[in-house]
């Protein structure tokens, strides 16, 4: 049995005693109700049936092992406890995915199809079904977002569960040496919302030589800035945090900082401006060298999925349909008209038929965007020969210039300061009670800077870009504020991330089976410029360390060589560059395999208003339609692109601009 602490349990008493006739245990939870007061006899009694209740909770098929449950991604020590705390943010209406409650039938005919849920796909729904003699379909293959996953300080619980497609990327010699297999995974959210459930919700444009560089009618930085302002709605426009002219207003998706920053978050920040580095300027506006507390996509403490930030408000619209668990298995394409007409899915194990008036737009992201165009007859003639799909258009770009930004963790520790578990007991009553305290942000993933390399090319935009990861609310036993998570005190990472690799990879279908994944080949590395430019992020990882305002508080390099590099001198080059190609990390920022381009590039998949060259009345609108990548975290890039889209495609279907598509 797992002992309730008493502080716990006078705070689930005193705050929480309404909601608990909603746990998972009735019987005891409302005889808690029924014997509720403040009398130390009944305070008592009340201990022991919530020590009861913790104890009766065995794993079933609707607790732990509940598909999407936060106990199912914590180690099992922590599934009493964190299914316990489940259960209370269950209680919590503005938590909960209301998505869930509206499911549409079948439809067989409807204007347009939308092709998953994520960054892009909910703007494009939304912003369709803005017409309302438009009848807009969304399909999305997973279901509603578990509750948790709106608590900021439980973002990298899910990566990797039920509601993560959990691709990996093929073994390369090179990179990836210390993961299982030499297969490194890529995340991809199976849910309503896509991956803006999963990701760390920073809010980033990137910087004007990124759009300007693409070259593309209507692509420019300045002509994109209105598609990011539209969506927006900064909460703290007219304070010094952001730059006046530079965001807006009244948008679906607020934008302002997490409510809660660990102290260590204000030391790194002085460690920065130590450097030389600026500080607290507005980066989500333009990066540029320097270091900040960054803008989330999050509602005081609440994390807003794009499908809670744009679906939700408009989930009451007639000419709105949104079917989840409904997986896309090709689109239909007329092989003489070279038209798209229909999609085929499949729901609960029955396939289905949907047929457009007007376009198929897929939203699928860059895996499964280029993945369903080779399964419906569209890519590499020679690739889908070999697997016995019939040709309809070769387009040899799609599934090339696969782009990631890629980075390696660096450990570093504070050996003084106790591992207390920061979710404790005050932690939670601070959330539940006022969406405050560490469950209400990220921790030290808050935190970013940028810099330039010495070894890169000089062009106005940065190689580097710094994460944090460390001081996480997202894990507790017991819930008790002196449970140690770790011993050996406080640990934490630098994360040094390489901007604009000079690699490029490729995916291929790994069968025309639409449930097999397909193959993903990263083929980090493969350009000599890479690793050194990685390895000097490192070095200036290290250097803010030793500041003095990092080692006023103790920070210290992590001195514990990795197993696989022993046969190298610690911290010298040689070790650096083993440690980035056992630990390398690809981070979650994937593009490129459906690209825009002129119709001089023989590898463009897409035109500059994303429609599917030589195939009529289909359209790409997400990452994967970038041609090259940005210099920051890919959301807002991502919803920027989904709403001028969405604008393309209404200026073209309105009556006085029809024509032959």
């Known amino acids: 049995m797992i002992p309730v602490p008493r502080s716990w349990t006078i705070f689930l008493i005193s705050s929480l005693s309404t909601s608990l006739t909603s746990l998972a245990v009735p019987r005891v939870s409302n005889e808690i109700n029924e014997n509720f007061n403040t009398d130390d006899y009944v305070l008592r009694k009340n201990e022991k049936l919530l020590t009861d209740l913790l104890d009766s909770m065995e794993p079933t098929a609707t607790t732990a092992d509940e598909a999407g449950s936060l106990a199912s991604t914590c180690p099992r020590e922590s599934e009493k406890f964190m299914t316990f705390l489940e259960d209370i943010l269950k209680c919590r209406d503005d938590l909960g995915d209301r ?99 999963l990701n760390g919700m920073m809010y980033m444009r990137g910087c004007a030589k990124d759009y300007d560089g693409w070259r593309l009618p209507g692509w420019s930085w300045e002509e994109v800035q209105e598609f990011f302002q539209r969506s927006e709605n900064n909460k703290e426009v007219g304070s010094c945090i952001v730059e006046p002219g530079h965001h807006a207003t009244g948008g679906p998706l607020p934008v302002e900082r997490f409510p809660h920053q660990p102290k260590l978050v204000w030391d790194i920040l002085a460690a920065a401006k130590s450097l030389g580095f600026s500080i607290g300027e507005d980066l989500g506006a333009g990066v540029k060298p320097g270091f900040t507390l960054a803008q989330t996509m999050q509602n005081h403490g609440i994390r807003m999925s794009a499908a809670k930030a744009f679906l939700e408000p408009v989930m009451g619209r007639k000419n709105l349909h949104i079917i989840p668990n409904a997986m896309v298995l090709k689109v239909i394409v007329d092989p003489k008209l070279k038209k798209a007409v229909g999609v085929v899915y499949e729901r609960h194990g029955v396939t289905r038929v949907t047929k457009v008036r007007k376009e198929v737009i897929l939203c699928a992201g860059s895996v499964q965007s280029p993945q369903l165009l080779m399964l419906s007859g569209i890519g ?194 040689d070790y650096w560059d083993c440690v980035i190609r056992q630990r390398t990390n690809p981070e979650n920022h994937q593009c490129g395999t459906c690209a825009m381009g002129t119709s001089a590039n023989p590898m463009a998949v897409l035109d500059h208003k994303l429609r599917v060259r030589g195939i009529r009345r289909l359209r790409v609108i997400d990452a994967s339609s970038i041609p090259d990548i940005v210099s920051c975290n890919m959301a807002a890039p991502v919803m920027m692109i989904a709403e001028k889209g969405a604008q393309i495609i209404k200026e073209y279907w309105q009556p006085d601009k029809r024509s032959i598509c």
Request: aromatic share 8%.
């Open 380 to 573: 590499p003639k020679d690739h889908l020969k070999d697997l016995g799909i019939p040709v309809i258009k070769d387009i040899p770009g799609v599934g090339t210039n696969l782009q990631n930004h890629v980075s390696v963790s660096v450990n570093f520790k504070v050996p003084d300061e106790p591992a207390t578990n920061l979710l404790d007991v005050d932690a939670v009553k601070e959330y539940i009670l006022g969406r405050r305290g560490p469950m209400s942000s990220t921790g030290l993933c808050q935190v970013t800077g940028f810099s330039y390399s010495t070894i890169g090319v000089r062009d106005g935009r940065p190689h580097i870009q710094f994460f944090f990861a460390g001081y996480n609310a997202n894990n507790s036993r017991t819930g008790d504020p002196n449970e140690i998570a770790y011993p050996g005190g406080r640990r934490f990472n630098i994360v040094p991330t390489l901007l604009r690799t000079r690699s490029r990879g490729v995916l291929r279908l790994r069968s025309k089976n639409a449930h097999q994944a397909p193959k993903i080949y990263g083929n980090y590395f493969q350009d000599a410029n890479d690793i050194p430019q990685l390895r000097e992020g490192i070095r200036m990882a290290i250097a803010l360390a030793e500041t003095e305002p990092l080692k006023r508080v103790g920070v210290e390099l992590d001195r514990t060589p990795d197993e696989n590099c022993l046969h190298h001198q610690f911290n010298s080059d």
């Open 99 to 197: 998505l869930g409650t509206i499911v549409s039938n079948h439809l067989d005919e409807v204007d347009f199809v939308v092709v998953g849920s994520g960054n892009a796909g909910s703007v494009v729904a939304a912003r369709l079904s803005e017409i309302p003699n438009w009848k807009v379909l969304l399909l999305e293959a997973g279901g509603p977002a578990p509750t948790a996953t709106a608590v900021p300080g439980m973002y990298f619980n899910y990566q990797n569960s039920s509601i993560d497609w959990s691709f990996r990327l093929e073994p390369q010699s090179n990179a990836f040496l210390g993961q299982p297999n030499g297969c490194a995974q890529c995340p991809r959210g199976k849910v309503l919302g896509g991956t803006s459930v």
